[in-house]
């Protein structure tokens, strides 16, 4: 007969298994929790590896769980409304816990029970999952309907020995069982999940059901009619995943009495079920699983060189923010961020390049801090804040204040942020604090929400518009001195594309805006670490040592400045008595305007003006402006000192081992008081051409140098006005050239003044 029932547990079987056992107004008939095996339909493969986004079921399944029937309450359709935690949203599988009562033969409340040990019954199983509305009712069709058939195992037959009142024993657990717990496994399609959703199974029995199945072969004695859901609350879950209402449960009944309201809010369709004492302690239970469509992974290096959208920003003054190398080993590379405050001073490290991003589309957020001031309380570090925008969906994009986490929110993180250690945190473990409405008014600092609360309470919040990610010292934090490291973001496009980013603070030398290693003393030598870029005239240094700029292999490229042209040279040492090398380097530049300069501002790959040393092994090309230019610079290699003439103390500078091609005038030019060694260099004109007349090597007003080895070709001037020369000599001071390779020059050699034929350095 019916019975009606105002709390969840109405009627507490000898076992406590059965939960909600409702008899339905025609049958009395126990349905079933099976543990069904995985379908043989709806199988998809991973792109990726899963992750478990929601899960409500124990690590250990006790023997069988506490459950809902669908025959013996008239139930078509019964889950749960959850958040997923951070992660892909690409559909996986879902498992769901059943608990089956039906035996081979015979029945369990009749004492009867037998099962062959193996014996099974096979049934189809629909998984749904739906979108909700504000209110977590199901909106719509499903998004994911998958139909499985299972093999759903029997329970076992009754243990005479140990249990009592026919139930089975569970030797694991030592315990009596009526019914038997198992999993079922739905095995998705890689469709794409809200973070809310309300997961349902759906079947079919005897009398209820989308389609019931009426009377079958099987009479009285169907398993499915004995088959049930799981719902029963363990300590600890659902972990990962929030559920969301957990007094609550979604479900379909044509009976009144399967409600907590009595049916005051409908029946026969599907809805959250929920009160205070409704469904509380009675989960139902599953577990799904996700993954990314795609994932990428990379870590991005920020150094002073390519700060890769970061910036450091004083807050409040006084406080001060810089790459360092250390503290000790950091977690990636041999750098850090470091930032120092004063008594009232804020700092942040910042970028925009996740402005817009809704919070629920971050998937992995961590980082490593290090503090090297004193804190009493040993809480104190940078900390996460995001801009916040706590509905992106709606018109308002006022600044609504940060969202804050700190290490000292993780999970037993209280008073052990140590000094002068490296520690990593998990940020979506932790709990977090607003600074702004409307966030503060449920997350305020003195009691912070988990990440789960937050996205639960602001379902549609992110980063707002234009709005910074921070790495922020200070609140104030009188005399913090701390670094950060190793900052991971993974953001989920929505559609299962996933963006793993680790970000590496390093700290790197610069020379001008190029990344460099600095080494030595005697010499100084910077070694390039990555190609550069530059607008402007990268200057090596005087040391009292010397100095040598090293390419590594790597090449510095001259482009036009933003609003203007390029002026000068690509690479200069700078004047001084010192000895400058600059060596293994390939410079170049790239799309310059055609605009003629004149004196310092003329065009050069090379400069050394005034400075002693060698130019060696470098690969000089596309020294040009535009692609047809007739101003006279250009010049790939250009070696000169005041006077150009015969009085005054040279230079002395070796050019050797050098590959140049591409220039606008003239491939190496020795000019006034220089002192030239000018040996096996390869250097390849333009000609024939009309627009230009080049020269390959030119040694002039006053230079001396020895010309050897050399290999110098395609240096024509078509109109006949003007001569092109491979080895052009221009009132020198002495050169003695031997033993080059002059060919396809409109004329190889051009003497116009050699000042003899020998090397004459001045003394």
Not at 166 to 190: E, H, P, Q, V
Not at 538 to 561: K, M, Y
Request: charged share 15%.
């Amino acid at each position: 007969m019916p019975v009606a029932w105002r709390t969840p547990l109405h009627a507490a079987w000898e076992d406590s298994e059965m939960l909600r056992r409702r008899l339905a107004p025609a049958t009395a008939t126990v349905a079933l929790l099976a543990g069904l095996l995985p379908g043989a339909t709806g199988i998809a493969l991973a792109v990726t590896p899963s992750a478990t986004v929601y899960d409500a079921i124990p690590a250990a399944l006790p023997g069988n769980v506490v459950s809902l029937g669908f025959e013996a309450t008239s139930t078509s359709e019964f889950g749960d409304l959850v958040r997923l935690a951070p992660g892909p949203r690409q559909a996986d599988s879902v498992d769901v816990v059943m608990s089956s009562w039906g035996c081979e033969t015979g029945a369990w409340s009749t004492a009867d029970c037998v099962t062959t040990p193996g014996a099974t019954f096979s049934h189809p199983i629909t998984l749904n999952i739906y979108a909700t509305d504000t209110a977590g009712e199901p909106t719509g069709s499903p998004i994911v309907s998958e139909t499985d058939t299972f093999a759903i195992p029997y329970r076992p037959s009754p243990d005479t020995i140990n249990c009592t009142g026919g139930r089975w024993y569970d030797t694991g657990s030592s315990t009596c069982f009526n019914g038997l717990a198992t999993t079922i496994t739905f095995n998705l399609a890689g469709e794409t999940l809200p973070s809310e959703l309300i997961w349902t199974v759906a079947y079919n029995t005897t009398n209820y059901g989308a389609a019931p199945i009426g009377t079958a072969d099987c009479g009285s004695n169907c398993g499915y009619d004995s088959l049930n859901v799981g719902a029963e609350s363990f300590g600890g879950s659902p972990s990962p995943g929030t559920d969301i209402d957990p007094d609550g449960a979604v479900l379909s009944s044509t009976w009144a009495g399967a409600y907590c309201d009595g049916g005051t809010g409908g029946t026969g369709s599907l809805r959250l079920d929920t009160g205070t004492d409704c469904w509380t302690d009675y989960r139902p239970l599953a577990r799904i699983k996700t993954h990314a469509s795609s994932a990428s992974s990379s870590t991005v290096v920020v150094n002073e060189a390519n700060m890769q959208g970061w910036g450091f920003y004083e807050e409040i003054a006084n406080a001060d923010g810089a790459l360092v190398t250390g503290p000790g080993t950091p977690p990636l590379g041999t750098g850090s961020a470091r930032m120092t405050l004063d008594a009232t001073g804020r700092e942040i490290l910042l970028t925009q390049a996740y402005a817009g991003t809704p919070f629920d589309r971050i998937t992995s957020l961590s980082y490593s801090t290090y503090r090297s001031s004193a804190d009493s309380g040993n809480n104190l570090a940078i900390a996460i804040q995001f801009d916040t925008d706590y509905d992106l969906t709606d018109a308002n994009t006022s600044w609504q204040g940060r969202l804050v986490f700190e290490p000292y929110l993780a999970p037993g993180a209280g008073g052990t942020v140590v000094q002068d250690t490296w520690q990593s945190w998990n940020a979506l473990q932790g709990n977090w604090w607003a600074s702004g409405a409307p966030g503060n008014t449920v997350c305020p600092q003195a009691s912070p929400c988990s990440w789960a609360q937050v996205l639960s309470s602001f379902p549609n919040a992110g980063i707002r518009a234009g709005g910074y990610t921070n790495l922020k010292a200070g609140g104030p934090a009188q005399g913090f001195d701390g670094n950060v490291d190793a900052f991971r973001i993974a953001v989920d496009d929505g559609t299962g594309d996933i963006t793993d980013t680790t970000y590496d603070f390093d700290h790197v030398d610069l020379l001008g805006p190029c990344a460099v290693s600095t080494t030595g003393s005697n010499p100084v030598v910077y070694t390039l670490l990555a190609d550069c870029v530059t607008d402007h005239t990268v200057v090596v240094p005087q040391n009292a040592g010397g100095s040598v700029l090293d390419g590594n292999g790597h090449s510095i490229t001259g482009v036009d400045p933003s609003g203007g042209h390029f002026l000068g040279a690509v690479v200069q040492a700078e004047a001084g008595t010192a000895s400058i090398t600059v060596r293994n380097l390939t410079v170049t530049v790239s799309g310059l305007a055609d605009v003629c300069d004149a004196d310092a501002d003329r065009l050069r790959g090379i400069l050394f003006d005034a400075v002693p040393g060698a130019i060696t092994n470098n690969t000089v090309t596309g020294i040009r402006q535009g692609t047809t230019s007739g101003c006279q610079e250009g010049n790939a290699i250009d070696v000169r000192k005041a006077p150009f003439g015969t009085g005054g103390s040279d230079a002395t500078v070796t050019i050797s081992g050098n590959t140049i091609t591409g220039y606008q005038k003239t491939g190496i030019v020795a000019s006034g008081s220089v002192a030239a060694t000018i040996t096996s260099n390869t250097i390849v004109g333009d000609g024939p051409v009309t627009y230009i007349a080049q020269n390959g090597i030119q040694v002039g007003f006053g230079a001396t140098a020895i010309v050897k080895f050399n290999s110098v070709s395609r240096n024509t001037y078509t109109p006949a006005d003007t001569i092109a020369c491979g080895l052009l000599i221009y009132q020198a001071d002495g050169v003695k050239a031997s033993s080059n390779s002059l060919f396809d020059n409109e004329r190889n050699q051009c003497n116009f003044g050699k000042g003899g034929g020998s090397f004459n350095p001045a003394p």
